[in-house]
């Protein structure tokens, strides 16, 4: 998967958006909430290389760098929660966009529930 088709992959997710926030680096891409702004995803070059940073349960996290090389513990962001996807590796395309939901699941905005009356 190139980072053009992975770009296009996230503008197609309903309330995301594409953004540079960056001064100076017009080729990192951060995919964002719509709503809240909160970042899912993170493209950058690293190692010559394109990768994307996506948020992931810690179990999961670490199951996905054993099954695949192309997955590491991410590069800039809590190695925890975060993994980084190498965009050209032996991760196929249909399991980083199933990450990438996966993490737009993970970053959305939590919507409260009022408090109970204690009575």
Known sequence: MTKDEYLDFCKSIG???????????????????????????????????WIVNLKCDPIEADFLRKAFEGVIPAYHMNKTHWNSVYLESDVPREEIERMTLSSFELTKKKIRQPKKDKK
């Open 15 to 49: 309330g995301a958006e594409l953004d540079c926030p960056f001064d100076e680096d017009f080729e990192s891409t951060v995919a964002r909430h719509t709503v809240g702004r909160k970042w899912f995803a993170l493209v950058m070059m690293y190692n010559g290389k």
